[in-house]
């Protein structure tokens, strides 16, 4: 979905477009699916010689897991693990601040500059020039009419074949050559600052490495990115920021996580290299793209939630308005000595 206040080239749309294209691609990794086949044949093997030994393997594991699955499903949708738990990942860069609870607003923007009268009006400001998401599963829906943007949705998956899925956020901001900076100066420096708040939840069924040995995975990655690069396709700077959430595989009795998303990210500062002038006399634009994705992987019995609100998945039920929330503010480019 494009802005209407941000007024694009058709250049500028190619470029973003194309950026919209790359950021929704498959990322499975070259290899997985032999690693896949070759698990699930050791597994076959595994079972066939345990019913050699065990006649009634199947009956006594349907039998444990009718005692106590009535009990465990309650639980589904929250984690098990301390309450104290950290819930932010370390950062190696630092950049990654806890939000308080009352740190709904992000910082003012745009920061205030010493603009000389021979500047051109909102110089140096980035606005949002389009929206955009994708998701692999119907079950994942997102929203990018809205601000801030939404990811919301549960997949309760029961197949034996591996699913790989993805859903994504993206913003684009854009600085037009009519709002550039009136400088001999090449560098230049944007801060970004973008907000994640919402949880991410898994599980599995029951397992058991006797009598419920079929996989049951429920695994989930971040991703979080932010880039700079011009109209005409040249990357300036960038940086990203990935995060194991949910890593349940084959865990006894049942698996269960229950990660809380509520942190600010600042990727920069982004320095970059350009020539304003040049830019003006060619009419392209610098473009600021900031990016959510989630990479999930199910198999066997599994739940995926996306949610604003934690607890068992009875009480909190994915929805419009109990869902995760990405927003941005872009900064202004502004030049550095």
């Not at 690693?35 to 006649?55: F, G, H, M, Q, Y």
């Not at 690069?229 to 949910?246: F, H, I, K, P, V």
Request: include cysteine; glycine fraction near 8%; proline fraction near 8%.
């Amino acid at each position: 979905m494009y802005s209407d206040r941000a007024q694009l080239t058709a250049g500028e749309k190619e470029t973003i477009e194309s950026l919209d294209a790359s950021f929704s691609a498959d990322r499975i990794p070259e290899g997985h699916e032999t690693v896949t086949e070759i698990r699930r044949s050791l597994a076959k093997e595994t079972r066939e010689a345990l019913r050699s030994v065990i006649p009634d393997l199947e009956e006594r594991g349907r039998a444990q897991r009718e005692r106590i699955m009535p009990e465990l499903d309650s639980l589904k949708g929250t984690a098990l693990q301390p309450k104290d738990d950290p819930v932010i990942r370390h950062d190696p860069s630092g950049s990654i601040t806890p939000l308080d609870d009352d740190a709904s607003e992000l910082r003012d923007w745009p920061i205030p500059l010493p603009i000389e009268p021979i500047q051109p009006p909102h110089v140096g400001e980035l606005w949002r020039a389009s929206m955009s998401g994708f998701s692999s599963d119907p079950n994942i829906l997102y929203d990018v009419d809205n601000d801030p943007l939404r990811i919301f949705g549960h997949i309760g998956y029961s197949g034996d074949a591996l699913l790989n899925g993805a859903v994504g956020l993206a913003m684009t901001f854009t600085l037009p050559p009519e709002r550039m900076e009136y400088t001999k100066r090449t560098a230049f420096v944007v801060d970004p600052d973008l907000r994640i708040q919402g949880f991410v939840s898994g599980s599995t069924g029951y397992y058991h490495p006797i009598f419920a040995a079929d996989d049951k995975w429920a695994k989930c990655w971040e991703f979080v990115e932010a880039t700079v690069m011009l109209s005409s396709g040249e990357w300036l700077a960038g940086n990203s920021l990935q995060t194991t959430l949910s890593d349940l595989q084959n865990v006894y009795p049942v698996g269960m996580s229950n990660d809380h998303r509520y942190y600010g990210w600042l990727p920069g500062p982004l320095r970059f290299t350009a020539n304003m002038k040049d830019l003006r006399q060619r009419g392209v634009s610098i473009i600021l793209r900031t990016a959510l994705r989630y990479d999930f992987q199910l198999e066997g019995e599994s739940d995926l939630w996306f949610r604003s609100r934690g607890g068992p998945a009875s009480e909190s039920v994915p929805a419009f308005d109990n869902a995760l929330n990405f927003r941005c503010s872009p900064g202004v480019v502004r030049s550095i000595p």
